[in-house]
């Protein structure tokens, strides 16, 4: 049984380090995923797969390394509910990328987003230039959402990310 709380241990460490590296190389990493980013996540997986269960690799170590982050997981985000400081840590706060028709060039420098992504953004919400944009955010989930000056316009509801839910697949 000790084995077990060992693969428990080594789980919520590599969580609360994992949760720590998405923190430090920012939100923008987590909107679109391309080719070298999914590569990216499969060698991480398999690197720390070894970190979690050790020598039992057994389909018990890895059912009890699956369940512990699950259950860190479920813990983590109502302690982040409940603790305001905890969610401040952890997670961004919108940026400013436009304002009133200004583009912020640092804060896009500061995010790493080019002037082109921030154009396309833009034009998926169906506004031409940056000028007529009232407000563009870089939201915590790493999407752009974007508010036109124009009142004539209509919003769009636009996301970079399509989520299926299981009435989809």
Do not use: W
């Not at 998405?22 to 999914?38: C, M």
């Not at 059912?63 to 997670?91: C, D, G, R």
């Not at 833009?122 to 752009?144: C, F, K, P, S």
């Not at 959402?145 to 989520?163: A, E, F, N």
């Amino acid at each position: 049984m000790n084995a077990y709380f060992d693969i428990i241990f080594r789980s919520v460490c590599v969580y609360l380090f994992m949760i720590a590296a998405i923190r430090l190389f920012g939100k923008k990493e987590l909107s679109q995923l391309n080719t070298a980013d999914v590569i990216l996540i499969l060698l991480i997986s398999n690197a720390v797969q070894n970190a979690m269960v050790g020598s039992n690799t057994g389909l018990i170590g890895g059912l009890v390394a699956a369940l512990a982050l699950f259950i860190i997981n479920f813990f983590f985000k109502k302690l982040m509910f409940y603790i305001p400081a905890l969610k401040k840590l952890v997670q961004d706060k919108p940026e400013i990328l436009v304002h009133n028709g200004t583009v912020e060039f640092k804060t896009l420098a500061k995010l790493g987003i080019t002037h082109d992504e921030l154009m396309e953004a833009i034009r998926e919400h169906g506004i031409e230039h940056y000028q007529e944009v009232r407000l563009a955010m870089l939201e915590i989930d790493g999407n752009i959402s974007v508010i036109s000056g124009d009142t004539q316009l209509k919003q769009t509801k636009h996301k970079r990310r399509i989520h299926k839910t299981l009435g989809n697949v």
